[in-house]
């Protein structure tokens, strides 16, 4: 097998790391910014997150390699109004030594900076650095799909997560999953919309997750995906008149965030 990784860089909002549902816990209207210690800001609140412009991958460990382990670290890190990575320390490991191979690379990425008022603003943001080990039969599918859904592409990204989900291609990821499904419907991509309704109402098992999952069909419908209607109606009849509301807010709320932000 020969050893691939993707490269996947997800900016988030500092202290926003808890995974319930595997991922951040945050509501969707993208709420929290504001300065910390020391003049270093936290993204939202006015302050746009920082975009990896120059981002090469780490080397894959070679115990990590021979073990075929994989997995995802995330990092913590100041971007600095120049743009440059410091204060970088891991916030959740893998090990393996994938986290110092994943924060030896960050110290060379450079970023378009955070900005608050038009001005470049220092800023705390977490990364996620994911390690893949690759099928050679369907390596280059996978490669084109990672390129494209580096680059922003929704479709790419959607049909990504369907590959870690299943396990088509790829290791089968559920986190890697969620993460590519989040950031298509994050775009505005229906049928992502959709899909991460029907994920988060298959939870159903945390306060919130019939409210998020009724957000995501109220958007997805809205956007023209119609099978959205009968679902609203199977979810409404599980919530309270009082969930209903909150969830009808957050979607008229709703905009378009970047890729990284959480919408939990």
Known sequence: MRVLFRRVCVITL?????EPAITQTQSPDNTGGGATTGGVFRVGGGVS?????YHPDPEYAEGARQEKFQGTCVLSLVVSPE?????????????????????EAVKRWTF??????????AVMVNVEVTFRLYNNAVEGEIIQLEQKANAGNAKAELELSEAYFQGRGVTKDEHAG?????RAANQGLPKAQFQMGEYTASQGNRPGDYIVAYMWYALAERNGYKQSKKRIK?????MSAEDIAEAKA??????????GTSTR
């Open 112 to 121: 378009e900076p955070a900005r608050k008022d038009g001005k470049p603003v």
């Open 83 to 103: 743009g440059l990575p410091r204060d970088i320390r891991v916030a959740r490991p893998l090990g393996h030594g994938l986290d110092e191979k994943a924060t």
């Open 178 to 182: 969620y993460q590519l499904l989040r």
């Open 14 to 18: 500092l202290l926003l790391v808890s």
């Open 234 to 238: 199977e979810l409404a009849a599980k």
């Open 49 to 53: 997150p920082p975009r990896a412009i």
């Open 250 to 259: 957050r979607a008229r709320n709703w905009s378009n965030l970047p890729s």
